[in-house]
């Protein structure tokens, strides 16, 4: 069974920073990519960053670039998303998704090109 779980978010002054992980199991992560994706209150679901599988190459969204860092640590099947430098618009629940295809830059961000996610972690950010 795979699962995806994701951990680590919590509330937040603006300025400060949070580091979430996505935990998997049942899959070989090296073979899989991940896009973190997030939903803020009555918005839709977007794409913030993304890590290949095996290159470990990145792709951020341009409201994150600068302030988000996506790494992997396949030997413990891990996914981090580093935040700096938060403010109000972060405010979300945060999703990590898995596919097992390279998505590339035309893709990364359609979350139905993702087979697995993950429950979601919420991230408040208070000015």
């Known amino acids: 069974q795979v699962q995806l779980v994701e951990s680590g978010g919590g509330l937040v002054q603006t300025g400060g920073s949070l580091r979430l992980s996505c935990t998997t199991s049942?899959?070989?992560?090296?073979?899989?990519?991940i896009g973190w994706f997030r939903q803020a209150p009555g918005k839709e679901r977007e794409a913030v960053s993304y890590?290949?599988?095996?290159?470990?190459?990145?792709i951020s969204a341009d409201s994150v670039k600068g302030r988000f860092t996506v790494s992997r640590d396949n030997a413990e099947n891990t996914v981090y998303l580093q935040m700096n430098d938060l403010n109000s618009e972060d405010t979300a629940v945060y999703y990590c998704?898995?596919?097992?295809?390279?998505?590339?830059?035309?893709?990364?961000?359609?979350?139905?090109?993702?087979?697995?996610w993950g429950q979601g972690t919420r991230v408040t950010v208070s000015s």
């Open positions: 049942g899959i070989t992560l090296d073979y899989y990519a």
């Open positions: 890590i290949y599988g095996h290159d470990r190459s990145t």
């Open positions: 998704a898995a596919s097992f295809a390279n998505l590339g830059y035309d893709l990364y961000a359609e979350a139905a090109a993702y087979a697995y």
